[in-house]
Every structure is written in C-alpha cells, then in structure tokens.
C-alpha cells in the first residue's frame, strides 16, 4: 500500500495572522487571498499544470485547530487510501485520532506523532 503521495498542505499559526500574511505577500510574493493562504498549482518538468495544489495558510495562535498537537504549524499530507492507512497505523501502535472528515474537500483524518505534532492525512476527492 502507497502512504503518503505528497504534501496537500502547510498550515501555521502566528501571534498575527494578518501582518505575518502581508509580509509573506511583500517580501517572498506569496499570492495570499482573503481565506488567508495561497493555493501552490502543480506543474510538471516542462512547467505544464498537473492535477493537484498544495495549500498554504497562516491562521491564528489562539486557534484550536491544531490540538491536541501542541506546535504551531501542521503539514497536510495526500494519500491514496486513508481508511487502509489509518487502520496500519493503528496496527502498528499510533496515535490516531478517532475523529475524520469527510466533505467535497474529500477524506480527513489525523495521527499524533512521536513528538505531539498533529499530523493531518488528506485523501483528495477522485479525480483530483
């Protein structure tokens, strides 16, 4: 079984969102749009767009969203089949969160790791 296929997303917390954002706009280009982040479109070798982004946002420090990890950032990574994979890890003695996702976005779901990183695992929607 394939795990992770790639990174879906980068997301981290600041004291504040809105000047870390601008900054992030002016000084490295980031095109961040009013949901606060930017969506990276994926090309291929010769530059030509393939399926597939890679988010990136900057949200609040006195957000929740990344509990019960204790960092300041998560990175979303995708994979193929999230039910087999979380079952693996399971098995194999992890710390999975019981809580998933599924919406349009497609499938969620969520391991602590060693460290106390929540580490958020994304099986996109088919055809995506």
């Excluded at 990174?7 to 749009?33: E, S, T």
């Excluded at 995708?78 to 994979?85: C, H, K, M, Q, Y």
């Excluded at 809580?99 to 499938?107: A, I, N, P």
Aim: net charge negative.
């Amino acid at each position: 079984m394939k795990r992770v296929t790639g990174i879906g997303g980068i997301f981290f917390n600041a004291k504040d969102p809105v000047a870390l954002r601008a900054w992030y706009q002016r000084h490295l280009g980031i095109d961040v749009q009013k949901w606060g982040g930017a969506a990276f479109r994926w090309t291929d070798g010769s530059g030509n767009p393939t399926h597939g982004t890679t988010a990136w946002s900057i949200g609040s420090a006195d957000s929740d969203h990344f509990a019960p990890g204790t960092a300041s950032f998560m990175v979303n990574y995708r994979v193929e089949d999230l039910d087999a994979l979380l079952q693996a890890l399971r098995d194999e003695g992890c710390n999975v969160l019981e809580k998933g996702d599924d919406s349009e976005f497609g499938k969620f779901g969520w391991v602590i790791d060693p460290e106390g990183n929540k580490v958020e695992l994304w099986e996109p929607p088919a055809g995506q």
